[in-house]
């Protein structure tokens, strides 16, 4: 089925509307449209999280991102357990369970939230259920405790249930020593969401950043909780920043395995974007003017193969230019 392709490539997310409107039709559809067909696309997210093949990315200081539950999945193996950076889908327990195990018997002590969003924090239930410790950026904790209503997808979720629900929160930075690396949890301030954190591995130079950064496809940026345009350009130079070009930069989507090169290239293609966004806000174009004028065009061919086509990724900085 075509939809189940687009939902398996590249960790797909319930960011992404519009992909099984896309699937069906071969073209993309209207905001009215994607909005209606975000209210099914949890379910069918489930349904091809459910049976996506996990696989396995080893990095260094063991390393290993797990790719194929929603967001890409970072883990630390070692002796005190593993630690995890994001949790995916919770349908996908039987693979998660399967890689976790490969990687090694532990169980899971320590969990990490990038942010919020289904496709990073679903499977928080099963593995807090295991006794795991849940870490995320207090703004995180309190989407996860809510009824959240996300505009862009006509969508309302639930709160996780209270083992899912993370209990140790910060507010700008948390430091931790396990298993020989010294991880840092950075608070970025509005960007992605407003509860988006970077977690460094500080010896391996390996760099986790969630969602403020997807590799090679345009991103998705959650107005409804915090995001924008400008937040997202800040949290791309701040990665820049805390990374070097022997740094491993893990994305939230796209190719799971980044750099800084890479990284310089997403912001680049963002500040270019927002410019031309802006200028023609500036000039009394409305969003649909600003859309029919095309002002990602440079950029498609590299950037615009994904679920959030050049339309509505214009319409995402739009609202925030």
């Known amino acids: 089925m075509k939809s189940e392709h687009m939902l398996s490539r590249r960790g797909f997310c319930l960011c992404c509307v519009g992909a099984a409107g896309?699937?069906?039709t071969g073209e993309w559809l209207s905001p009215r449209e994607a909005y209606a067909e975000a209210r099914g696309l949890v379910s069918l997210i489930k349904d091809s999280a459910a049976?996506?093949?996990?696989?396995?990315h080893k990095l260094r200081d063991d390393i290993t991102i797990l790719e194929g539950s929603g967001g890409n999945v970072a883990v630390l193996g070692g002796k005190d357990g593993l630690v995890m950076v994001d949790a995916g889908i919770s349908?996908?327990?039987?693979?998660?369970?399967?890689a976790l195990a490969e990687i090694s018997p532990d169980p899971v002590t320590h969990l990490v939230n990038t942010h919020w969003h289904f496709d990073h924090a679903d499977g928080n239930a099963w593995i807090g259920s295991g006794g795991a410790k849940i870490i995320a950026h207090e703004n995180t904790r309190k989407y996860l405790s809510q009824v959240q209503r996300v505009e862009d997808w006509d969508y309302n979720f639930l709160p996780l249930e209270p083992r899912g629900v993370p209990k140790h929160v910060f507010s700008k930075e948390h430091s931790l020593k396990l298993n020989g690396e010294s991880v840092t949890l950075k608070y970025y301030g509005p960007a992605h969401t407003d509860g988006d954190i970077s977690v460094m591995f500080g010896e391996a130079n390996v760099l986790h950043v969630g969602d403020?950064?997807?590799?090679?496809?345009?991103?998705?940026?959650?107005?409804?909780t915090g995001g924008s345009i400008d937040g997202m350009i800040a949290a791309s130079e701040a990665?820049?920043?805390?990374?070097?070009?022997k740094t491993i930069i893990i994305p939230g989507h796209g190719n799971p395995?980044?750099?800084r090169?890479?990284?310089?290239?997403?912001r680049d293609m963002l500040v270019a974007i927002r410019e031309n966004v802006a200028a023609l806000k500036r000039a009394g174009r409305s969003m649909d003017e600003a859309v029919a004028a095309k002002p990602t065009a440079a950029f498609d061919a590299k950037w615009g193969n994904f679920v959030i086509d050049p339309g509505f990724f214009t319409r995402l900085v739009y609202e925030g230019a």
């Open 239 to 245: 990665n820049l920043s805390a990374s070097t070009d």
């Open 212 to 224: 403020t950064y997807w590799n090679g496809i345009y991103p998705f940026i959650d107005h409804s």
């Open 51 to 56: 049976k996506s093949v996990i696989t396995t």
């Open 91 to 98: 349908v996908s327990r039987k693979q998660m369970t399967k």
């Open 22 to 24: 896309f699937a069906a």
């Open 261 to 266: 090169t890479e990284l310089q290239e997403f």
């Open 257 to 259: 395995v980044s750099n």
